[in-house]
């Protein structure tokens, strides 16, 4: 708790400070290569039949997906806190890349707590990671995925917690992560909302972004959570499928719980233990999801559908086939919704979905499913 | 047990003193057993063990050689799958309790049974999320009437406690919150106002775990929180000898002593015998603070 309230106290003058936005700003130009364009998939909306589909290019970011952002941010806070060691937790390696990326760029040690099920299905991004001069530490607790991973960071850090910052990579945990890093990733929907009104003179009719922990869905929605035309869509891992209760959707199939200092839509079962999830995208393998999602989901602001494992792949195909561009599992999921939320739409209506990765990282789990050998 | 009571701050100051008074004469368990040994200059020792590892039966065997070996009071841990502030042992002992379907009302079914023959009280500690998923109301009711003292809510910070903190008062059980070295006097101050029963101390930054050293600046700190309130302060996390124990004995009212034991019952294969094992290594930790409290 101490550890928190250092931590809230810091943001709160970083927020304020003009020279720590003009410092994240640059970072973002400089080095993640921002903005990101807003892209117009001509051929997938035509492809789909209805809606104007636009893309918001976080696959473009340095490190291929939206993570950075977050990490670019804290790492900064960080560096003011004083601290000289960087933890982090990671599920599909996004999050863990991206933090051992700017603890590199700045100098500072880093460990990585990733679920040993996880390292086995990513084993890409821990080779990146260490490449990185990060130590990966495989958690062997649990599920062995993201939630135990944190569970392990949180450990690490109530340990070591006078030298170290926790960066936590989504808009979960305990105050003051969920909203600080939602600031941090509003970048996207900041963007995005500039964008649209300068090619289309016009706000979107829907904005579509997949959701684990729900930091790409709360950075591209919250720009916009006061524009009231605007609809929202969060699309949740449905895995095998929700009734098979093998899946990740917190917030179609959980109820309100605490986990990891937060208060929001859980997976458990009904004796209050939390349950574990299962969807092909290791970054959307999470029990729990943002407290404010929950909370814009209760009012009524963010709709919810979800996509399972095989609409995911099913949309890696089509935007790969269509647009040349391959999704990482994770934006496929909101890929694959778009694809019916467009349809129900008109030609002179808009659609942004938050391409928030790219999929280079899940090619053997895509060639693993599709029984092709790699 | 009392009911659920409320206070009106209309209710003429004398009204509120005598309740307070009638508070003090049905202090419960936790309380009377601190008075009694301080009078006798003793310091509590609190063992812990995770109800339902191996299964609530050899729990309710457990206790039961606890209490005869001497425990002031037992810490019940209310297993949880994701135990973010425990160490390894007290994880593989949760992960052990949850193999069976372990829930709460099986557990205070357990305290009740133990209660039938046994005045020593019990705390259950444990996480949040299967206490609110109960519904807290129906948690605190039960558990006081199973015959439960006090409750220890790890992940739940004092300025989130309202609302368990309503039903743990109105069903006169204590409820304890944690302080750790990483404290500063606005928490200490904020702990000991929302404290009943005792104060935790955490003796180090991290997680649960035998240790083998202290800092030197444990009994400072423990120092400083006596300053700030009048309740007894037990210090737990890490500590697993009888040197340990009795070198805390000279400076805290209770030592707290969990991943040692539940070691020893883990290791102790034969089911039968971890009940005798665990009360043994308890009557061990007994007799040094009994010898500390003597040469004092």
């Keep these: ?374 | 047990m009392s009911g659920p009571q409320s206070y009106s701050r209309n209710v003429v100051s004398s009204l509120a003193m005598l309740k307070r008074e009638q508070k003090l004469q049905t202090m419960n368990r936790i309380g009377k057993k601190f008075t009694e040994l301080k009078q006798r200059g003793e310091t509590a020792l609190i063992p812990f063990i995770t109800a339902g590892d191996p299964d609530l039966d050899i729990t309710l065997e457990i206790m039961k050689a606890l209490a005869e070996a001497g425990a002031d009071c037992i810490e019940l841990g209310i297993p949880f799958s994701d135990p973010t502030a425990d160490g390894p042992t007290i994880q593989r002992s949760s992960e052990r309790a949850l193999k069976r379907p372990v829930s709460l009302p099986a557990i205070f079914r357990l305290v009740k049974r133990f209660r039938a023959s046994f005045d020593v009280p019990v705390v259950l500690f444990g996480y949040y999320n299967p206490f609110f998923r109960l519904g807290l109301e129906k948690f605190a009711r039960e558990a006081a009437h199973a015959g439960a003292d006090g409750v220890l809510c790890v992940d739940l910070p004092p300025e989130e406690s309202a609302e368990l903190k309503h039903w743990t008062d109105a069903f006169g059980l204590d409820l304890i919150f944690l302080l750790s070295p990483t404290s500063d006097a606005k928490r200490i101050q904020q702990v000991a106002r929302a404290s009943r029963g005792f104060i935790y101390y955490v003796s180090v930054t991290g997680v649960t775990g035998a240790r083998r050293s202290f800092d030197d600046q444990l009994r400072a700190q423990v120092a400083r929180v006596r300053r700030e309130s009048s309740l007894p302060i037990g210090v737990g996390f890490g500590i697993s000898t009888p040197e340990q124990a009795a070198w805390i004995a000279g400076f805290a009212d209770a030592a707290v002593v969990g991943s040692a034991l539940v070691e020893r019952i883990e290791k102790t294969q034969d089911r039968k015998k971890k009940a005798k094992q665990a009360g043994a290594f308890v009557a061990q930790l007994k007799r040094a603070l009994r010898q500390a409290a003597r040469l004092a």
């Design chain 1, 1 to 374: 708790m101490p550890a928190l309230a250092e931590l809230e106290a810091a943001y709160a003058k970083a927020r304020r400070d003009p020279s720590f936005r003009k410092e994240f700003k640059s970072y973002l130009r400089e080095y993640v290569g921002r903005e990101t364009p807003l892209y117009f998939a001509e051929r997938l909306t035509r492809q789909i039949g209805g809606a104007k589909i636009y893309l918001k290019r976080e696959d473009l970011c340095h490190t291929g997906a939206h993570k950075i952002n977050n990490t670019i941010g804290q790492i900064l806070l960080a560096r003011r806190m004083g601290k000289q060691r960087i933890i982090a937790e990671t599920g599909a390696g996004q999050h863990g890349v991206a933090t051992a990326t700017v603890a590199a760029r700045f100098g500072l040690t880093c460990e990585i707590f990733m679920g040993k099920e996880d390292i086995r299905r990513q084993a890409l991004n821990v080779f990146r990671m260490k490449l990185l001069g990060a130590k990966v530490r495989a958690v062997e607790a649990g599920s062995q995925t993201l939630k135990d991973a944190m569970n392990e960071a949180l450990r690490d850090w109530v340990t070591n917690v006078r030298s170290t910052y926790y960066l936590i990579g989504s808009v979960a945990g305990p105050h003051p992560y969920p909203m600080m890093v939602r600031d941090f990733q509003s970048v996207i929907g900041a963007e995005a909302r500039r964008q649209i009104l300068k090619k289309e003179g016009r706000l979107p009719d829907y904005l579509v972004a997949c959701v684990g922990g729900g930091s790409n869905s709360m950075g591209l929605f919250y720009p916009f959570v006061r524009d009231r035309g605007v609809k929202m869509l969060g699309v949740e891992a449905a895995g095998h499928g929700i009734p098979t209760g093998k899946h990740s959707a917190s917030i179609q199939g959980g109820a309100v719980g605490i986990l990891h200092g937060s208060k929001s839509y859980v997976l458990q079962n009904d004796r209050g233990q939390i349950t574990e999830t299962h969807s092909i995208a290791a970054g959307l393998d999470y029990p729990g999801v943002g407290p404010e999602l929950s909370y814009l989901r209760d009012s009524g602001r963010v709709e919810f559908a979800s996509a399972t494992d095989r609409d995911a792949i099913a949309a890696i195909k089509l935007l790969a086939e269509v647009e040349g561009i391959i999704p990482a599992l994770e934006s496929a999921h909101a890929i694959a919704a778009v694809a019916k939320v467009a349809r129900r739409l008109t030609s002179r209506q808009v659609v942004i979905v938050n391409l928030s990765g790219r999929g280079d990282k899940d090619m053997m789990t895509v060639g693993e499913y599709l029984g092709v050998k790699l």
